[in-house]
């Protein structure tokens, strides 16, 4: 019987992937296998289900017997690895061994999880799939005033589509500005004032130190000593690419499962991509760039060995009260920053000392510049 190819994961990465290979081979038997539920979603989503009064169900595209149809593969849900055994190509799930033809490492990053104390502190809820979001729904249903935790971009746009879904809707983060790795500072106080025209208040420098119970709801104590009265608490802080079942089996690990420019990681048939992959030492937790692996994989996987490129990756960041495009440079590469435009409209470049454009963040109406400066910027890897 032939070993099939194995897909750990149904996120965009094991859905998309599975998609692109079935286009290119239609027998090769294919097992998809996933932690969750394995409904078919865009994770993007989750931080604009509010805004749009979608439920996890409004959210979903399709079940898992519909994707397995589609994809003419076996997919398994509710279903944890405990091991990889690369000598013999087999994983494992419990005592069960499964026996693969290339393995492919698609199961995503973990949300960061904050020491807090306090008798509520398990009240706080990471947003990293779709179970979450349904768990958070849920909880949600009635309540009012909303505390999230991280001024990232997912923190950002959690507090925008829960603003707009009626919610009151307070911020806190141990930095200075919002999206403190990815914006400019005057990007980010464009942001950050478009926020809190909706009414979202803002407490930038300390960091939730304990959560307990009262009467009417949740109080939130931060490190400066200030109390927030909340009902509910969203964790927004960040991603940890999840490497340990690939450091166990022996896999080399960085910050992610680390992979080459065709995906493959340090043993022959293990794959890795999505937000666990760190390809040619970049780890790059956005759509675009996950796309092109999966087309180069999808190749790969059928004999035809192709390299994964990075062109320009502008990210569209979902804060409709401040619309964001940001192209971070290229890291490694050091330039000057400049700025043009005034209140929310700001178009702020930065150049190399040849010239070049390195990158660029758009704010307002300067994003419908993003298409033009694109043309401009250097590929993330060539």
Known sequence: MTAPVVIVGTGLAGYNLAREFRKLDGESPLLLITADDGRSYSKPMLSTGFAKNKDADGLSMAEPGAMAEQLKAEVRTHTRISGIDPGHKRLWIGEEQVPYRDLILAWGAET???????????????????????????????????????????????????SLGGYQVELVAPCEQ?????????????????????????????????????EQGLEA????????????VVSAVGLRPRIDLAAAAGLQVNRGVVVDRQLRTSHANIFALGDCAEVDGLNLLYVMPLMSCVRALAQTLVGNPTAVTYGPMPVTVKTPACPLVVSPPPHGREGQWSVEGQGSDLKVLCHDADGQLLGYALTGTAVMEKLALNRQLPALMA
């Open 112 to 162: 960061v999880r904050v020491p807090v104390e306090g008798d509520a502190a398990g009240l706080i809820f990471p947003i990293n799939d779709l179970e979450d979001y349904a768990r958070f729904r849920a909880a949600a249903a009635g309540k009012q005033r909303v505390l999230i935790l991280g001024a990232g971009l997912i923190g950002c746009e959690f507090a925008n589509d829960m």
């Open 178 to 214: 919002v999206m403190p790795t990815l914006l400019h500072p005057l990007a980010a106080g464009a942001v950050q004032a478009g926020l809190e025209g909706l009414g979202v208040r803002f407490h930038l420098g300390p960091v939730l130190t304990r959560l307990q119970h009262r």
């Open 221 to 232: 104590h931060l490190s400066d000593g200030s109390v927030v009265a909340c009902d509910l």
